[in-house]
T-cell receptor, first 112, second 114 residues
Framework: GQSLEQPSEVTAVEGAIVQINCTYQ??????LSWYQQHDGGAPTFLSY????GLEETGRFSSFLSRSDSYGYLLLQELQMKDSASYFC?????????????FGTGTRLLVSP | DVKVTQSSRYLVKRTGEKVFLECVQD?????MFWYRQDPGLGLRLIYF???????EKGDIPEGYSVSREKKERFSLILESASTNQTSMYLC?????????????FGPGTRLTVT
């Protein structure tokens, strides 16, 4: 089966940098996605890594190390609107490439 | 603009009732999904459909069934609602294969079973 671990909550202040980690165990890893969900809202896609390294999209970056079964989401220049839950999700051969298995989510609280 | 819509934002049903949750996407996606979301448990897959009339069980299919008669519409059915099915239900869709890592979600239906 698959399992993902991410911290349940992270706090930071406006303007800071925060890193949300995700470790996973799968039967045949294919790629790692990240999603953001504001309270009362729908999850929205942020990024995807299939290969080792860093992917940058504006203030957000996502990193993957396949050998360590580890990835992280890096949020820079934090803003109040970044307060949300962040989910990592894996694609793997065990569940077929069409599906994602989601972690339990990390709640990010950004304070002034 | 990509759109996934769900029939209700809030729903209150009684134990034993048959409940239908509807989801429609306008992106011509092959894949559609039903998840339930509970605090501390993340998103858990109930059912997945990869084509019209095709379905696969997810991690927690017990007590649920699905229907996909048209490509754009995916319905979740609670045959006999129970209180432990009180939850947020999220529908999602995606392209297949290489683009399946990006799912588009509807706004969710918060179902309360009393």
């Amino acid at each position: 089966g698959q399992s993902l671990e991410q911290p349940s909550e992270v706090t930071a202040v406006e303007g800071a940098i925060v890193q949300i980690n995700c470790t996973y165990q799968t039967s045949g890893f294919y790629g790692l996605s990240w999603y953001q969900q504001h309270d009362g809202g729908a999850p929205t896609f942020l990024s995807y890594n299939a290969l080792d390294g860093l992917e940058e999209t504006g203030r957000f970056s996502s990193f993957l190390s396949r050998s360590d079964s580890y990835g992280y989401l890096l949020l820079q220049e934090l803003q109040m609107k970044d307060s949300a839950s962040y989910f990592c999700a894996v694609r793997d051969r065990g569940t077929g490439f069409q599906k994602l298995v989601f972690g339990t989510g990390t709640r990010l609280l950004v304070s002034p | 603009d990509v759109k996934v819509t769900q029939s209700s934002r809030y729903l209150v049903k009684r134990t034993g009732e048959k409940v239908f949750l509807e989801c429609v996407q306008d992106m011509d996606h092959e894949n559609m999904f039903w998840y339930r979301q509970d605090p501390g448990l993340g998103l858990r897959l109930i059912y997945f459909s990869y084509d019209v009339k095709m379905k696969e069980k997810g991690d927690i299919p017990e007590g649920y069934s699905v229907s996909r008669e048209k490509k754009e519409r995916f319905s979740l059915i609670l045959e006999s609602a129970s209180t432990n099915q009180t939850s947020m239900y999220l529908c999602a869709s995606s392209y297949p294969s290489g683009q399946a890592y990006e799912q588009y979600f509807g706004p969710g239906t918060r179902l309360t079973v009393t």
